[in-house]
Structure formats: C-alpha cells, structure tokens
C-alpha cells in the first residue's frame, strides 16, 4: 500500500503542469497574416502601428484601445493596422513604460504610430510614439513599411484574448485614472486630426 507521501509525489508532476499551464495562459500570441490596407474603408480612418525593427524580438507589447479592448500584441518587424469610426479614441500599451495615446480621427485619413524601443534599466523599454504632422520620420513610412514583414492581429474571441482582457481591466482602469486628470496627464500623447498622411 502506498503512503501518503508516494501519492502525494506521484501527483506533483500533474498538479507542476497544470499550474505551469495556468501561468503561461499570459497575452495572446495568436498572431493571423493580415491582408495589409492601403487605405480606410470608405468614411473610416486607418491607424498603422509600426515597429519595424527587431530590437526586443518578440517581447510583448500588448496595445488596448479605451474601452479595455485588446487589440494586438505586436512583436518586432511587424505592423497593426486598427479601422476607426472618426473621432476620439485612446490607445494604451505597455512595457516596462505606459504609453496613452489620445486620437482624434478624421474619416478617410491614415495615422501613424510608431512603437519605439530604447534602453531599459534592465530589459528594452518599449512605447508608442504618435506620428504628427511635423514629425522628421515621415519620409521613412515606406521604408517601415518594407521592414514590417508581417501584419498581425489576433483572434479577439479567443479564449486566450478574452481572458488576458478581463484579467488586466483593473491595470487599464488605474493607467486611465492617472492619464487623463491624474497624475500623469502631462504624459498622454496626441493625434490630432491634421496629423495624416
């Protein structure tokens, strides 16, 4: 007959996995070749974001919109293309830094944002950086472009998305709350409508 403390060893690698799977549910990496837009479809605006470099690899970004939607999780050299209603829209994302960006969008226009990386204190620090009207890396859109080889998206209904959305509602709630009128409303970064291609 078994002691309890053979059956309690013989369970350990079963109860090890499960909690291993649990932890690894983390952001979604479902990542779909996306047919790559020219242009918005009649009466929308386009969002491109660009991370054409490699630099970080596949560390995660993942980008929400206002409303606590995930909306990708953008690994380097890739692009995210977002189909908006005109008007005002939020994007949040973050690494080891938080980036609010605060758009506002006219129909039939593209809007660039850029995920740049730097030096972090102890891995890469990722961001997004809004491209304005005046911005010096304009004439570089097309070369961004060449060096995204993918554009991703994931499946908002998986499993997974829904999941990572639910669990970081509270994150998003407290990133808005000292965003916008808080602490750190000097930090949000605008699009403004003129700020198009």
């Avoid at 013989?10 to 932890?23: E, N, Q, R, W």
């Avoid at 080891?96 to 758009?103: M, T």
């Avoid at 972090?120 to 961001?127: D, T």
């Amino acid at each position: 007959m078994k002691s309890a403390l053979q059956d309690a060893k013989s369970l350990f690698p079963i109860v090890a996995f499960a909690l291993l799977g649990a932890g690894c549910a983390g952001i979604p990496r479902t990542d779909l070749n996306a047919v790559r837009l020219s242009q918005p479809p009649p009466g929308k605006a386009l969002v491109n974001f660009h991370r054409p470099s490699g630099w970080g690899g596949n560390r995660a970004l993942p980008i929400f919109d206002g409303n606590g939607k995930m909306l990708v999780d953008l690994p380097g050299e890739a692009m995210y293309q977002k189909v908006c209603d005109p008007g005002e829209h939020v994007f949040v994302a973050w690494a080891d830094h938080v980036s609010v960006v605060q758009a506002d969008l006219a129909p039939d226009k593209i809007y660039d944002i850029v995920v740049d990386v730097s030096l972090g204190w102890v891995q890469a620090n990722i961001f997004l950086s809004p491209m304005d009207k005046n911005d010096s890396r304009r004439p570089r859109l097309a070369e961004f472009e060449r060096r995204e080889k993918r554009t991703v998206s994931i499946n908002p209904a998986s499993p997974r998305t829904v999941e990572y959305e639910a669990a970081h509602q509270q994150h998003l709630a407290e990133i808005k709350s000292d965003f916008f009128g808080g602490a750190k409303s000097d930090r949000v970064r605008h699009l403004q409508k003129d700020d198009c291609r």
